[in-house]
């Protein structure tokens, strides 16, 4: 097998016109060159004739400066506003009677969500009800020794006591009355005799009902929490930006969201604001992005997402897409290297490695790796056909 794979790889660096080391009379032995031949052709030179390169259509061209929008690619998740989040608690102890919703269901601000049996509370209307008609009879009172202080046939004391308790039965009539609107007991019930039993526990916000942490006849008090309540239409998107990357960043630039395990289904969104602080000791600041309401896509907190942040125009390096060519999750342009124009029958490339940008227009971004001479002639349509010859993909 190894003498097969030493043949076949000489065999290939003939037929596709490749100079490698490998293919040049090496003295090694068989197992040295057939690890040249798979592991070392990055590094060597790839020759290609005037005659291969125009039957493949591969072109030269230069690297280019553009003007291509500038991005930062992020990581994060998707968060709710604390403003959208809700923990439904009761102001008063009791015993839950009965439960009116299920977890999942949608359900609106106000609503019934559960009831909550109190005997303190039917004492809190009657105490109520009884102090209504006193100060009906506080109020007469007031008025009467009011009008008879005024034609001076009555004495000024008697006068401020009656006015001292009207006052303060007032006082705390609308004390009970704010109680029992707290308790969420219908007050015009209460002024006519019907007293409720038991204390409606309401929605504070509109949104999904979530874990439900009680069930009938379970005792609760002040500090219980019943269940969470979520509105997930004010979602948004937290990204971490690094420290090199911050200044970069400023309110209402476009970022584009791709959701990590939905299959990358994108999304579009604003910078609302920034932290003004690092994230423990990860050295990043989280970025608020607004996530555009228009786009339909169900969205739960806590979906890992990345996104790319559009910071503006920048004058780059670019190079025409086709010019990439990709090899193990790393990307490559091919520089020529005899462009002394001696022999125009043959053509010497090198590969180069490069990290890319943002894309814009048929151009890509790149930051090579190397040093490339000012005037870098590359090949510009058919990287990936020579990294195929190059890797003996096509004649595997």
């Known amino acids: 097998m190894k003498t097969i794979a030493k043949t076949?790889?000489?065999l290939l660096c003939v037929a596709i016109g490749i100079n490698f080391a490998a293919c040049k009379g090496s003295e090694k032995s068989a197992t040295e060159q057939d690890t040249d031949?798979?592991?070392?052709?990055r590094a060597a030179s790839i020759e290609i004739t005037a005659e291969q390169m125009t039957a493949v259509g591969i072109e030269l061209g230069q690297v280019e400066l553009k003007n291509l929008h500038s991005i930062v690619r992020a990581n994060g998740q998707l968060v709710l506003p604390p403003q959208n989040k809700a923990d439904v608690n009761s102001l008063t102890s009791g015993i839950i009677k009965r439960i009116a919703i299920s977890e999942g269901v949608s359900v609106r601000k106000g609503q019934t969500l559960a009831l909550l049996e109190n005997l303190e509370v039917v004492k809190l209307q009657e105490e109520y009800l009884a102090l209504t008609q006193e100060l009906t009879y506080s109020s007469q009172e007031y008025d009467r020794q009011k009008e008879l202080n005024a034609q001076n046939a009555?004495?000024?004391?008697v006068f401020q006591q009656t006015q001292v308790k009207y006052e303060a039965d007032k006082a705390r009539l609308k004390g009970l009355e704010t109680q029992l609107r707290q308790l969420n007991i219908d007050i015009a019930a209460v002024s006519a005799g019907n007293f409720a039993t038991a204390i409606p526990i309401k929605a504070p916000i509109s949104g999904i009902v979530g874990k439900i942490f009680v069930k009938t006849g379970s005792y609760a008090d002040m500090q219980?929490?019943?269940m969470e309540l979520a509105d997930h239409s004010q979602m948004h998107c937290d990204l971490q930006v690094f420290e090199q990357d911050f200044p970069k960043i400023n309110r209402g630039q476009t970022v584009e969201i791709s959701m990590t395990n939905q299959g990358n289904q994108t999304l579009t969104g604003t910078v609302n604001h920034t932290n003004q602080s690092f994230e423990d000791d990860s050295k990043s600041i989280i970025v608020h992005v607004e996530i555009d309401r228009s786009q339909s896509t169900k969205l739960l907190p806590g979906m890992y997402v990345t996104a790319l942040i559009n910071v503006?125009?920048?004058?780059?390096?670019a190079v025409p897409t086709e010019a990439i060519a990709n090899a193990e999750g790393k990307q490559y342009i091919f520089l020529q290297t005899n462009d002394d124009g001696r022999d125009a029958a043959r053509h010497v490339f090198t590969q180069i490695e490069v990290v890319t940008g943002t894309a814009e227009l048929g151009y890509v971004e790149i930051r090579p790796l190397e040093t490339l001479p000012e005037v870098a002639t590359i090949i510009t349509k058919g990287a990936f056909y020579v990294m195929s010859m190059a890797s003996g993909e096509e004649e595997e």
């Not at 031949?37 to 052709?41: C, G, L, P, S």
């Not at 009555?154 to 004391?157: A, L």
């Not at 503006?312 to 390096?317: E, L, P």
């Open 8 to 10: 076949v790889a000489t």
């Open 37 to 41: 031949a798979v592991e070392t052709w």
């Open 154 to 157: 009555g004495t000024g004391k």
């Open 224 to 226: 219980t929490v019943l």
């Open 312 to 317: 503006g125009s920048q004058t780059v390096k």
